[in-house]
C-alpha cells in the first residue's frame, strides 16, 4: 500500500457549524505530521464500516465502534478512545480483526482525581447547602449552625478500585490526614503498600469508609455492585462519590437511601442514563451534588487526552507499539504484526 497514513476523528468532535468541541485538543501535530491525512467523520451514534474503510486510525469520542463497525478490507489498524472508559468499543472484535485499542490515562488521571477531591470537600464541607443559606440573607444565616461540616482528619477515605484514577486520589488526599483503604481483586498489593493504603474487603469498604469513592471499570462484574444491600452497609454520616461509570451503583437503591437519609449524601459525575430524564428523582434531592460527566473536564484534561492519542496514533503510523494498548493481546496477532511492519516500512520507525 501507498499514500497517505488516514486518521479519521469521530464526528463528535465537531459543533454543527464545524467548530471544536474541545478547542485544546490540539490538531496540530496530526497536521504537521509528515505523511498523515485526517479527516472528520460525519457524526454518528454508531461507526458504519464505510465511514472508516479509508482510514487507518479512528480517534474516538462518543460513538459505539462495534463488531459492525469493522470493514474487511482491514485496513484500519488502531482505534484510540479519547479518554480512558472503552465500553463504547468491542474490544474482543478490535483484537480479532488485529486493531490495536488504545486509551489515554495520562489525560485523565490528575483531573477525575481532582474532581472526585472537589466533591469530597464539598459534601463533608456542606459547599451547596452554605451556598443556598446565604442566598437566604438573614434567615439562612441563622440557620447556619444547624449545617455542620465533617473535618476529615482521621477519617477513612475508602476507594473501590485503586488502578490510574483511584491512586492518583490516594496521593491528592495525603495531606488530609486521613485512613486509606481499598478494595481491588486485581491489583498488586504493593501498590495500596506503597500509597499506605489498607486492603479490606468489599463489604468492609461500604463498612468502614466515611467516604466511599468508586474508582473500577464498568463491567459485567461491577454492574450494581454498588446495590442496596452494600449501600445499607453504609454509616448515617457517610457519603458516595461515583465518578466512574453509572451502572456500577444501583441508582433507584441509591435515590431510595438519600432520600430517606440514611446516607449523609452523595457526590455524582455519572448516571445510569446519561443525560437523565427529567422527572429522574434523584434530580429532586437536596443531598446529592451532581455533575453531567464532565467534572473533569478542563482545558489540561482535553489537552492531556488529545496529545496521548495523536501520540498512540503517530506511534502506529511509524511502526511503534503504542503504549497504552487495552488489547495486549492483539500485539501478538499476525495481522497486527504484519500491519506494523509494513507502516514500519512506509514510514520509517
Ligand atoms: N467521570 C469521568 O469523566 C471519567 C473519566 C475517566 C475515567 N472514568 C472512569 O473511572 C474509572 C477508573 O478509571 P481508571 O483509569 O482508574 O481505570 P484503571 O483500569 O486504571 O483502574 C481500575 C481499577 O479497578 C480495579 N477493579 C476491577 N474490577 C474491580 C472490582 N470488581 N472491584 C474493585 N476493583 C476492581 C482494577 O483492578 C483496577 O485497579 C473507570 O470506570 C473509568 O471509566 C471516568
Known sequence: MTGPFRVALSGDFRKSDGSPVFPDFDLAPLHRAPGVEMAFL?????????????FDALILLVPRFGRESIHPNGRLGVVARFGVGYDNVDVDACTAAGIAVVITPDGVRRPV???????????TGKLMVKDRLTREGPDGFARRGE?????????????IGIGNIGAELFRLA????????????????????????????????????????????L????????????????????YLINTARGPIVDQ????????ERRIAGAG??????EPPDAADPILTLDNVILAPHALCWTDQCFAGNGA????????????????????????????WRRRIAAYRQRFGG
Open 147 to 159: 449545617h455542620m461540616g465533617d473535618g476529615l482528619v482521621g477519617r477513612t477515605l475508602g476507594s
Open 219 to 238: 463491567n459485567a462484574e461491577t454492574r450494581h455492585l454498588v446495590n442496596a444491600e452494600r449501600l445499607a452497609l453504609m454509616r448515617p454520616t457517610a
Open 252 to 259: 433507584q437503591a441509591l435515590t431510595q437511601v438519600l432520600r
Open 308 to 335: 496521548a492519542d495523536v501520540k498512540a496514533v503517530l506511534d502506529v503510523q511509524h511502526g511503534r507499539e503504542p503504549r497504552l494498548v487495552v488489547d495486549r493481546a492483539v500485539l501478538e496477532t499476525e495481522p
Open 42 to 54: 460525519e457524526p454518528s451514534p454508531q461507526i458504519r464500516p464505510e465511514q472508516i474503510a479509508d
Open 268 to 273: 455524582i459525575d455519572v448516571l445510569e442514563q
Open 174 to 217: 495525603k495531606p488530609f490526614d486521613m485512613r486509606f483503604i481499598t478494595h481491588d481483586p486485581y491489583v498488586d498489593p504493593k501498590v495500596a503498600a506503597g500509597l499506605g493504603v489498607e486492603m479490606v474487603g468489599l463489604d468492609d469498604v461500604f463498612r468502614r469508609a466515611d467516604v466511599v469513592s468508586v474508582n473500577c471499570p
Open 113 to 123: 482525581a481532582v474532581s472526585i477531591i472537589t466533591l469530597m470537600l464539598a459534601l
